[in-house]
């Protein structure tokens, strides 16, 4: 794949240099807000919209599955318009196409707007991402990642929930898009009167039409698939199972034909030459399912078990992103200033978040903010450190030829981590939830003495209060079978959280060996490389042979 080159960042104004940062980083909050208005708005939307749960499916599918092509589109894209400039048409159209769905409750309208927001947040995140390495030298490249990720990791993962949260109670879900209007306006200007580096296009090639239809249908089926397979038990639903196999086939074609387009296609094959981008690569999915996992759990947690409101919920998270940020600042400080090696955070941050999900897999229907708090703040702390690392160790390695096309395929695997992340807890919760009612269940008979002595405790309290007594023996019975299955679902959480744990416990080992494996490739391929070859006689150069003859004494 070829994209746009730098060949002169311009850094004579550093003022400007600065606002290039600035407008990037206001544009990424754009995609924040809109990628996560679903998360606590769900219950709002379905009730204005009239849609069923199937319907509004279709506003998470759509934009998530078109924010996937948007990675895969960008770097083509790239190389036709420049970069800039596709930034901030990309930011405008956000910007409108939210205003938009602020002021219409048309359910195929809405789907259309997040459609096109889908795609412009995936353009927004890789050409920003790729502006910031071009205009900058690598040696600052630390911080200002750092920077990068406060808009397009921090941002969705905490200030968004709170921002949505706040603004669900006191106003309405369209103030959720509503929001996000001045922010685009803000960031277009900005981006306007700031400096960027200067591009210099490279020969362009036609359009791979086949290719990148083979991966936009693979993408869109897997979206539906890891988004909507835990609503209908998966594979017992004939729907889920087509679009498997079509996913499965669409993305083995789109590889095969990208084999015989011979680097001529999307795919650019010289990515995975680099040992480093290789294994960032295969690191972001698990980083995806820890981040995308974690930050469903907690509010799901809260507001399902412990009957917190949208502010409340998004709140939750909100003090967790300050230690996301200073963990994104002394990473950038130890790597840049101090010149520790990106890998050596990595384990700090893994060993954080494993803590952190297994103090919160303690939680009960008891627990409060208070309680949690400690947790999540050691969550983000870890966050911060795991991410950075992992980008510095993807990109540092790429040249300018297959940088764009890195940062699309390193968020794509992060993207569908988190899918897959999700969809698993999702999964997870469900049939934990089912086993332990039925465990419980077995267990809370009408005939023990505890389970006689609350029910006949409970229906006395309700006929006191004005119930007559068959009424009361049928609504203590109700309330001792929604405790229980209360009980079950608290139960079902904890598991979830352990099996986030879990997942670093197990995925470790595999990862470092992945990394011992491939540095020795590396070495190999070198060697093989530098080894010097035997020179080959012409067959028309004559070959002088001498007899061999005992010297004479």
Not at 41 to 59: Q, V
Not at 242 to 262: D, H
């Amino acid at each position: 794949m070829t994209t746009a080159v730098a060949t002169a960042p311009s850094r004579d104004r550093p003022a400007t240099g600065a606002l290039l940062v600035a407008g990037i980083v206001l544009a990424t909050l754009t995609e924040a807000i809109a990628s996560t208005v679903l998360s606590l708005g769900r219950g709002d939307i379905i009730g204005d919209t009239y849609a069923t749960p199937d319907e509004f499916a279709w506003l998470d599918i759509g934009y998530t599955a078109l924010k996937l092509i948007g990675f895969m589109a960008a770097p083509l894209l790239m190389n036709r318009v420049n970069p800039l400039n596709l930034i901030i048409g990309s930011t405008l159209i956000m910007g409108m196409t939210c205003g938009i769905a602020a002021v219409t409750a048309r359910l195929d309208l809405l789907i259309a707007l997040r459609l096109v927001q889908g795609f412009s947040g995936g353009i927004l995140l890789v050409g920003g991402q790729t502006t910031i390495f071009f205009a900058y030298p690598r040696s600052r490249q630390p911080i200002l990642q750092a920077l990068f990720a406060m808009g397009s990791v921090v941002a969705p993962a905490t200030l968004a929930p709170a921002l949505q949260g706040w603004l669900l109670d006191s106003q309405s879900w369209t103030w959720i898009f509503f929001s996000i209007v001045p922010v685009a306006l803000a960031a277009a200007g900005v981006l306007l009167i700031a400096d960027s580096p200067m591009f210099a296009k490279a020969a362009q090639r036609p359009f791979d039409w086949i290719g990148f239809s083979l991966i936009s249908v693979a993408l869109f089926c897997l979206t539906y698939v890891f988004s909507q397979g835990s609503r209908w038990d998966w594979f017992e639903e004939p729907r889920i199972l087509w679009l498997t196999v079509v996913g499965a086939a669409a993305l083995l074609a789109f590889l095969a034909q990208q084999v015989l387009a011979k680097g001529q296609g999307p795919l650019d094959f010289t990515l995975f030459k680099s040992e480093d981008f290789c294994f960032a690569f295969i690191v972001s999915f698990v980083a995806g399912a820890a981040l995308f996992g974690s930050a469903f759990l907690i509010p799901s947690f809260a507001v399902s078990v412990l009957a917190f409101t949208p502010t409340d919920a998004g709140q939750l998270l909100l003090p967790s992103g300050a230690l996301f940020i200073g963990s994104l600042l002394v990473a950038a400080f130890l790597v840049q200033v101090r010149r520790v090696p990106p890998v050596a955070t990595v384990p700090f941050g893994i060993l954080m978040i494993m803590a952190a999900m297994w103090m919160l897999s303690g939680s009960s229907s008891e627990s409060g903010a208070d309680d949690m708090m400690a947790a999540i703040l050691l969550r983000g702390f870890g966050l911060g450190f795991l991410f950075l690392s992992i980008t510095l160790i993807a990109f540092s390695n790429l040249n300018s030829l297959n940088l764009a096309a890195g940062i699309g395929f390193f968020n794509t695997g992060r993207q569908l981590g988190g899918l897959i992340g999700v969809a698993a807890l999702q999964t997870l919760i469900d049939h934990n939830v089912a086993a332990n009612v039925a465990v419980l269940g077995a267990n809370v008979t009408a005939g023990g003495p505890a389970v006689g002595e609350r029910l006949t405790k409970t229906a006395a309290m309700l006929a006191a209060r004005g119930m007559d007594t068959a009424t009361a023996g049928r609504a203590a019975t109700s309330l001792l079978g929604r405790v229980v299955t209360g009980q079950s679902t608290v139960i079902a959480f904890d598991t979830a959280f352990n099996a986030v744990a879990l997942l670093f416990v197990i995925a470790a080992p595999v990862l470092v060996a992945i990394k011992i494996g491939l540095s020795r490739y590396a070495k190999v391929r070198s060697a093989r490389r530098l080894r010097p070859s035997t020179p080959m006689v012409p067959l028309h150069t004559p070959v002088l042979r001498r007899s061999f003859r005992p010297e004479r004494a």
